[in-house]
């Protein structure tokens, strides 16, 4: 592991665009960052996380031409969430997946991919500059709480991924809010940072039994 800085995100950009484990700040949490596309390094995340294959990673994108090479057109109220939300802490689950983009140990082996466009300026530099989406789950092992300081992510992962992008510490542990349209209806799979009354306001909430 090597401790990196930001005037060395050129570096950075690339060595994610080769496959390789970066620890770097979102709008939300740090997270783990690699790239998307690259099955085996993705892959890797799982197991440097200990992360069940069947639990999917969410995949960042920095613009709207990242976006439209992993989905098909959205439908209305993905569009009206994305209109509203993004860029910003808001990961939508799509269904309508392009065949053959994204590796299906990504999606959980299931048929549907969780996007976020993020407003985080480090993670969008990051994305773009690389060239490709970046998985980007939370850096921590499964089951731990979410760090917020930067010393501990480093003591938690350092001998586990290939660079940690230090830039100080976080000021929340809050994780982007998670939802799937089903229905016509909102489900919220993980509560974040956009509430439900924030979502309220573009749809019908579809409430769990």
């Known amino acids: 592991m090597k401790i990196l800085h930001l005037n060395e995100i050129e570096f950075i950009a690339e ?18 960052g690699t ?3 690259d ?4 892959n890797k995340i799982f197991a440097l996380k200990e992360r069940p294959k069947d639990k999917p990673l969410i995949v960042l994108v920095s613009d709207f031409d990242m976006l439209y090479t992993l989905i098909e057109e959205p439908n209305k109220i993905e569009q009206k969430l994305i209109e509203t939300f993004w ?9 309508r997946v392009k065949e053959g983009v994204v590796p299906k140990a990504i999606m959980g082996n299931q048929n549907s991919i969780g996007i976020r466009m ?8 990051l994305i773009q500059k690389a060239g ?14 979410t760090e917020t300081k930067i010393k501990n992510i480093i003591q938690e992962l350092g001998n586990r991924v290939d660079y ?46």
Request: charged share 25%.
């Open 118 to 125: 993020t407003n985080g300026k480090i993670a969008q530099l």
């Open 164 to 209: 940690i992008l230090d830039c100080g510490d976080i000021q929340s542990d809050i994780t982007s809010t998670v939802v799937k349209v089903e229905e016509n209806k909102i489900r919220i799979i993980r509560q974040g940072k956009i509430t439900k009354e924030m979502l309220s306001k573009i749809g019908e909430i579809k409430l769990e039994i």
């Open 132 to 145: 490709v989406p970046v998985v980007a789950p939370s850096a921590n092992i499964s089951g731990k709480p």
């Open 39 to 42: 099955e085996e390094a993705c």
């Open 15 to 32: 060595e994610i665009k080769k496959g390789k484990s970066v620890v770097f700040p979102t709008e939300t949490v740090y997270g783990i």
């Open 35 to 37: 790239n998307a596309l």
């Open 87 to 95: 860029p910003g802490p808001l990961t939508i689950v799509f269904s």
